[in-house]
């Protein structure tokens, strides 16, 4: 059952603008997750966001969750070459699984 | 270190030879899963465990075996592997309230 979806599939941009990607999920939500994955391996969290947050920072990114409209969204500030990588959200119902979309894959070019 | 580690990091096996891919954590995590990644579906998971000797099935659980008699190692076994079990497989750990998985580095199947 997928219950998180990214949007867009793929970004493309240049080095030193801002990247944003979003996610939207079908039902009530503990905690909403954001995790990057470099090709072809594991998964590393970024950040988690709680159901009664509204929006949170860490260094360069800042996730929004909006519970109204089940989405949240990623930014990026301030790309790099090394943000290139695919970027999954995940779900977290009732603390019993993640539930991770398709992901977005960025391309950061120089 | 804090750390999931997978074995075998890369399989090339034939259809129906049991195979079983290893999971150890060193965080005494009580959540540990196993997902299949593959182009275009992005990560579904297979079974999951709460605790020592309590899993459950995922979104994909046919085909697959899982023990938790440890509460570090979690074995993913497939009696018989097909074909269509040709993927990239990680395994995850988390504490209870599931607030960051953390991933093995993935174990590349492929099923001839």
């Known amino acids: 059952s997928q219950q998180g979806e990214e949007d867009p599939q793929a970004l493309s941009i240049q080095e030193g603008e801002n990247a944003t990607m979003n996610c939207s999920y079908k039902?009530?939500?503990?905690?909403l997750q954001w995790y990057r994955q470099n090709s072809g391996r594991g998964l590393v969290h970024l950040i988690l966001?709680?159901?009664?947050?509204r929006e949170k920072h860490s260094g360069r990114l800042r996730v929004t969750l909006d519970t109204s409209k089940k989405s949240s969204s990623l930014l990026i500030t301030a790309s790099r070459a090394a943000d290139t990588a695919s970027y999954f959200c995940?779900?977290?119902?009732?603390?019993?699984?993640?539930?991770f979309g398709k992901g977005t894959t960025l391309s950061v070019s120089s | 270190e804090a750390q999931v580690t997978q074995n075998p990091r890369y399989l090339i096996t034939v259809t129906g030879k049991k195979l079983t891919v290893t999971c150890s954590q060193n965080?005494?995590?009580?959540?540990m899963s196993w997902y299949r990644q593959d182009p275009g579906l992005g990560l579904r998971q297979i079974y999951y465990?709460?605790?020592?000797?309590?899993?459950d099935k995922g979104d994909v659980p046919e085909g697959y075996k899982v023990s938790r008699k440890e509460k570090r190692n979690f074995p993913l076994i497939l009696e018989s592997p097909s074909p269509n079990q040709t993927s990239l497989y990680f395994c995850?750990?988390?504490?209870?309230?599931?607030?960051?998985?953390?991933f093995g580095p993935g174990t590349r199947l492929t099923v001839t």
């Open positions: 965080m005494n995590h009580e959540y």
């Open positions: 966001i709680r159901s009664n947050e």
């Open positions: 995940a779900t977290n119902q009732a603390g019993t699984a993640l539930i």
């Open positions: 465990s709460m605790n020592v000797e309590v899993t």
């Open positions: 039902t009530s939500i503990n905690n």
């Open positions: 995850a750990s988390a504490t209870r309230g599931l607030d960051e998985q953390y």
